[in-house]
């Protein structure tokens, strides 16, 4: 699906989610199934993100690849990472600290591959048509959030609210569909390692219903550490000296 589809949705959401809050305002009882009196509650949630990596070429990127000896790729002179869209689902446990701080786990299972594309100068020793490569990340990831949120006094039926923290991601993608060792070197996989921490930051509103609570968030990643695996050395990961990735997300929370 087209990113302007997800925006449209998330936007449409704001708007009804806003007109339904007006309305409750003007009623006497407080809305949202007494969610925030729990000490410990539960929720599920849905995510649309759109990533990239942020890359970190060798002084020398722009040399010719060698395997055994062999020139595998001619010079290279443009690598860049499009965008990408994915999706997630998730659940939600969030502890009450305070009346404005809660803690909360926010375990989700993510479906977002990735591509890095390269272009290279003509070549006349190997595949002299092949200028435009791009070589796929496998990707479908179990985040591990740990967040604290710092809440605004309830207004009504519905409270701003800042979220930050860190997380763990671990690629669940199999190992027979990361394997590249008989592949030729055009079908090789640039391969990131398996695991890594990154830490996030984001803004979101709870709007307050008849018996459940709605929050639609905003959110930046940003990974710590080298996400490249140099391990197996190909023409992909072979001029890259750094890989890090980072996404905006777009969430609705349902506690």
């Known amino acids: 699906m087209k990113p302007a589809f997800f925006a449209y949705t998330f936007i449409l959401a704001l708007l009804v989610s806003a007109t339904a809050t007006a309305q409750q305002q003007r009623r006497p009882q407080r809305w949202g ?13 849905f995510h649309y993100l759109s990533a990239d990596y942020k890359i970190t070429l060798k002084p020398d990127w722009q040399q010719p690849y060698e395997e ?21 689902l998730g659940l939600l446990a969030d502890l009450k600290l305070s009346e404005n701080a ?10 977002s591959n990735k591509t890095v594309d390269y272009r ?26 740990l967040l604290f949120k710092f809440k605004s006094d309830r207004k009504g039926n519905y409270r701003g609210y800042l979220i930050g923290g860190g997380k763990y991601s671990l690629n669940v993608v199999s190992g027979k569909r990361y394997n590249d060792r008989d592949k030729v070197p055009l079908e090789k996989l640039l391969k990131t390692k398996p695991g890594y921490f990154s830490y996030e930051a984001g ?14 968030e905003i959110r930046w990643v940003q990974s710590v550490g080298n996400l490249l ?21 777009v969430s609705l929370f349902f506690e």
């Open 33 to 45: 199934g007494g969610v925030d009196d729990e000490r410990l509650h539960f929720g599920f949630s």
């Open 68 to 88: 055994g000896g062999v020139p595998v790729a001619d010079s290279l002179y443009g690598v860049r990472a499009p965008f990408q869209q994915g999706l997630g």
């Open 102 to 111: 809660n803690l909360r786990f926010t375990p989700n299972l993510v479906f």
């Open 120 to 145: 290279y100068t003509p070549n006349t020793i190997v595949n002299s048509h092949e200028r435009d490569l791009s070589a796929l990340v496998r990707a479908t990831y179990i985040d591990l959030p």
């Open 203 to 216: 803004i979101g509103f709870d709007l307050y219903f008849d018996y459940f609570k709605m929050s639609p």
């Open 229 to 249: 695996d140099a391990r197996e050395p190909n023409m992909y990961n072979h001029p890259i000296e750094r890989l890090m990735l980072r996404n905006f997300q």
